[in-house]
């Protein structure tokens, strides 16, 4: 376990509750958001989707079924990778429920939320659904701040060069000095890294409820490797798997890097007020039905971190309303293609690291 991750997990516990509307009214004193937050309101369009939420759970559900009864009628081949292609793409889409459970897009007690998490996070995907709500709530707050944000904190890249003046290992030099090259190809780890972060959580006992917790996630992993096992063969099972969780973390991780990674990074120095900092440091992709679906409705990620318990069918909606009202104010309301959003994100990362580069060669000479 790395440093970064040791930090996140020593944060205190908190409530698994992402909804930041409240506290954003209260940090908007003097600035525009009180007049968006009541058209958007007026508009209705933080009001729950039930209808839209019920059929997406289900046909999710349906088809991570579908796809574990091709598994078994299948049997031991290598066509089975196909599957796992298949189950990879529903893992996402199942971890995408999950964030909109814990945003209160889907419901708003406590109680049923809670539940719909742990049968998203902990039963279908075998992560912890508080750890993720707490690490995801702390991003919330402070978006693509160097210091506070925990997507930034525990990447191996780095977003400013003043990061290469830290400590580090050769192996973190070496990602540093090639991060756009390697950067969306790391996400592959990321699957297995959330199921490491998700164990040491709970055997630090870091989430509420660990015993329920790690019972859960247990079943999960029990079924899950007694259906691998049981059907291929070794050398099956173990591509199986790859190809699985591997491609669950690319996906996973090329739908959330467009949203922050290449956008202004925030420092201790600096001083945003609410909106200003949710809106400057997000990336929207422009949408289109398909899009809307791939991404989880986080291609509209202004909308999101401004509004975060509105459901996702509406972010579509309200984006012509908050650029309106972002453009009346003067806050960059950053929109491009996907192709162009990936294309920021490995420029920014190649000029942060050539930047760097001097720094990371007075390191090795110190």
């Not at 708003?108 to 039963?123: A, F, I, V």
């Not at 318990?309 to 984006?319: F, I, R, V």
Request: hydrophobic share 45%; aromatic share 10%.
């Amino acid at each position: 376990m790395t440093a970064p991750y040791e930090r996140l997990l020593a944060t205190p516990r908190t409530d698994p509750v992402a909804e930041s509307d409240t506290s954003a009214a209260k940090a908007a004193s003097g600035s525009p958001f009180p007049a968006l937050q009541r058209e958007i309101k007026a508009a209705g369009l933080i009001d729950l989707r039930t209808r839209y939420y019920t059929g997406k759970i289900m046909l999710t559900i349906l088809m991570l079924a579908v796809g574990w009864v091709a598994f078994f009628l299948i049997g031991s081949s290598w066509w089975q990778l196909l599957v796992g292609v298949w189950l990879a793409f529903w893992y996402v889409q199942t971890g995408l429920l999950g964030h909109d459970v814990g945003h209160h897009q889907v419901a708003r007690t406590k109680k049923t939320m809670e539940w719909l998490g742990y049968l998203h996070g902990n039963l279908l995907l075998g992560a912890s659904y508080e750890w993720w709500i707490n690490h995801h709530n702390r991003h919330h707050s402070n978006p693509n701040h160097i210091h506070k944000d925990p997507d930034l904190v525990r990447r191996k890249a780095i977003f400013l060069a003043e990061q290469a003046d830290q400590p580090m290992s050769r192996a973190r030099a070496f990602i540093i000095r090639h991060q756009e090259k390697i950067f969306f190809p790391m996400a592959i780890l990321e699957s297995l890294g959330l199921r490491v972060v998700s164990a040491r959580a709970i055997a630090l006992r870091t989430v509420r409820r660990p015993v329920l917790e790690g019972s859960i996630i247990a079943l999960h992993f029990v079924l899950y490797f007694a259906a691998v096992f049981s059907v291929l063969t070794i050398p099956q099972a173990i591509a199986f798997i790859a190809v699985h969780h591997g491609l669950t973390g690319l996906y996973g991780g090329m739908i959330f890097a467009p949203n922050h990674k290449g956008m202004p990074v925030r420092s201790e120095e600096e001083s945003m007020d609410w909106m200003t900092r949710q809106v400057v440091t997000a990336r929207n992709i422009r949408g289109n039905p398909i899009v809307d679906y791939v991404y989880g409705g986080l291609n509209y990620q202004v909308e999101h971190h401004l509004f975060p318990s509105m459901p996702m069918p509406n972010l579509a909606k309200a984006a012509p309303i908050v650029k309106r009202h972002c453009e009346a104010a003067g806050l960059s309301y950053h929109e491009t293609s996907i192709i162009g959003s990936y294309t920021e994100i490995v420029v920014y990362l190649y000029k942060v690291s050539r930047e760097a580069r001097p720094r990371l060669l007075a390191g090795r000479s110190r």
